[in-house]
């Protein structure tokens, strides 16, 4: 909080929040809503509140009768100044649940600056259910409520340190353009109509990356913003049409140079933030995807919990006894598993409504084995396992004798990636309605060296598996130029397939917080990485011409990173949807409840465009 006399006003001479026993026989003047209001005949007690807090005011009919006069019809969520005397409670009448709880003020003049209609919820009571499209109807009511105001503050604090971070680090803050080149990539651009060049768009940057990267061609070495970014996507519990990131390039960096800053910068911003929250490994503990997959079956693991993934089909012995295992091995399949302790006992209706869960996630069944304190196994395959598999399994799993309540092991034999991920997201799951994760704890890491490309099947290419501008490990350049630069003759085993990325991605409880790459600052080995994903060069130099162009006078080798912000607070702040950290967000069609937006323009202004719009089927749920 501000000092209290930056805060001092025409209206008001201290804030509500900030009254103290030291300030006893003060005389003060104070404006905020009515939060609570108890009437009992000629003493008339008042809940004040703004946003540095709550003091009770009280008003005595028979010291300040035009003062108790003006609130006779007074109710919650009017807004009131009031002048009076700073007095202590009385002996037993203290609020220790309040920071002015010592005190009171004793107010001998009452203004009323405004009324309220009833709310549609209560602002005063935060435990109870309210519908969340009411909240975003009326969403300025909402942000008077202290759950939500309290977020918002956190926030607030949380880029404020961001800020203050790169600026000691000599990062320049440089503002970006909003309405850029549409370069469809990855999710739908928003675009906006010119009008004063009919037919042509403009687009709502997806993320600043070109911008970025020719900052770091002009020179200016270290650059951060918190960027507005805009995406036309399906929406879910993490994402919104707009956003905002941390977006940050540095020049003459190899990826060793970013995250170690990047590391740095996020320890001091949520220290700076959230003292109180341990962070569980320092420094973060670092996988490649390769290990991230293999032990947790995700590239963003959840490390608060164990269940690490069990690679099965390495202890077994060649002939286990069940067809399934050994088919799946012999067609070069994975058979992996997790130890879900203590669940040795499970209920068929439990195992019945796992199994249901690992074929939605895309396995084709699920295999259990319990695991008895005495050493025996509970299976359905029990009596197809040989005894030397019998044995394998315990071996794996963590050997006799390490299951004194009871073990579950569940096991998905399939392909290599498919078989790691339906694990990794049982994992989750039971861990989260397991509550094994403490949710105080700030597990961070870091993921790097992801594969380049992905083949993309329906149209025979290979796609960049986070973005375009990503360079090669320097050990894999020969793999993107021994790979065909002809389209007719491309195929998912193309040397190109092999290489990974300098990229990286910084991962909190689970969820990816941030992701960035060491770039590409060669406009050949550019052009030449476009091709191998299906572009001709004409269509690379139409949509990144400049960034090209940029890259033949002198680039530095830079590189970087963009960190969600909403999310990054929404952890900090123990919330799994974004919106609960967002002033005014969106509903999940993308639909501002409270100004009712989208809507539709006036005609005149499609005129001007020089636009009509054809009837269309409207997406589900829009």
Not at 324 to 337: K, W, Y
Not at 507 to 526: F, K, P, Q, Y
Not at 576 to 591: D, L, Y
């Amino acid at each position: 909080m501000a000092e209290k006399g930056l805060l001092a006003t025409g209206l008001r001479s201290d804030v509500c929040g900030a009254l103290r026993a030291s300030d006893a026989e003060r005389r003060v003047r104070l404006a905020g809503w009515i939060h609570r209001r108890r009437d009992h005949g000629s003493l008339v007690f008042i809940d004040l509140r703004d946003r540095y807090g709550i003091v009770q005011v009280v008003v005595d009919a028979a010291t300040a009768p035009e003062a108790h006069a003006a609130l006779v019809d007074a109710r919650i969520e009017w807004v009131i100044a009031v002048e009076g005397v700073v007095t202590p409670r009385r002996a037993g009448t203290e609020n220790e649940k309040l920071p002015t709880g010592a005190i009171e003020v004793s107010a001998d003049s009452v203004r009323i600056l405004s009324q309220s209609k009833t709310p549609p919820f209560y602002i005063n009571e935060t435990d109870s259910p309210i519908d969340e499209s009411v909240r975003l109807k009326h969403r300025y009511l909402d942000l008077r409520r202290e759950p939500l105001r309290d977020r918002l503050l956190m926030r607030s604090a949380m880029v404020q340190a961001i800020r203050e971070v790169h600026h000691e680090h000599g990062f320049v803050e440089v503002e970006t353009p909003i309405l850029i080149k549409s370069t469809p990539e990855g999710a739908r651009d928003f675009i906006v109509p010119s009008r004063l060049q009919p037919g042509s768009v403009y687009a709502l940057p997806q993320s600043p990356q070109q911008m970025k990267q020719l900052l770091m061609v002009a020179g200016f070495d270290r650059y951060f913003q918190i960027a507005r970014c805009f995406r036309d996507e399906d929406l879910r519990g993490d994402r919104q049409p707009e956003f905002t990131q941390l977006d940050l390039e540095m020049s003459f960096v190899d990826e060793t140079s970013v995250r170690s800053f990047v590391e740095q910068m996020v320890i001091e911003v949520t220290k700076r933030t959230r003292p109180d929250r341990p962070m569980q490994q320092l420094p973060f503990p670092v996988f490649t995807y390769e290990e991230a997959l293999e032990r947790y079956g995700s590239d963003k693991p959840d490390l608060r919990y164990g269940m690490e993934l069990i690679d099965l089909g390495a202890a077994l012995p060649a002939a286990t006894g069940f067809k399934v295992f050994d088919d799946v091995r012999a067609s070069g399949g994975r058979i992996r598993a997790i130890r879900v302790p203590g669940k040795g006992g499970v209920a068929r209706s439990e195992i019945d409504d796992l199994t249901e869960r690992a074929k939605r996630h895309g396995a084709s069944g699920l295999v259990w084995i319990a695991l008895q304190p005495d050493g025996e196994i509970k299976s359905p395959i029990a009596k197809f396992l040989s005894p030397e598999s019998v044995e394998a399994i315990w071996t794996a799993s963590g050997g006799k004798g390490t299951a004194p309540e009871g073990d579950l092991i569940l096991a998905v034999a399939g392909e290599r990636v498919l078989s790691a991920e339906v694990l990794g997201r049982l994992r989750v799951e039971i861990a989260l309605e397991a509550n094994m994760a403490d949710p105080e704890i700030l597990a961070f890491c870091w993921v790097h060296r992801f594969p380049m490309y992905q083949w993309e099947a329906e149209s025979s290419r290979w796609d960049a598996t986070h973005n375009p501008f990503s360079a090669p490990v320097p050990e894999h350049l020969d793999l993107l130029a021994t790979t065909s630069g002809d389209l007719s003759k491309r195929s998912a085993g193309d040397p190109a397939g092999a290489a990974l990325a300098q990229q990286y991605d910084v991962v909190l409880n689970g969820w990816e917080l941030g992701g960035g790459s060491v770039r590409i600052h060669d406009r050949a080995l550019l052009e030449r990485s476009f091709a191998l994903m299906g572009h001709s060069l004409e269509d690379a130099r139409g949509k990144f011409g400049a960034l090209l162009d940029a890259f033949e006078y002198g680039a530095p080798p830079h590189g970087g990173i963009a960190i969600g912000v909403e999310r990054w607070a929404a952890l900090l702040a123990n919330q799994v949807n974004i919106r609960e950290v967002m002033a005014f967000p969106k509903t999940q069609s993308g639909s501002d409840l409270m100004l009712e937006a989208p809507s539709e323009p006036d005609p005149k202004q499609w005129e001007e465009l020089g636009l009509s719009v054809r009837p269309t089927k409207r997406p589900t749920g829009a």
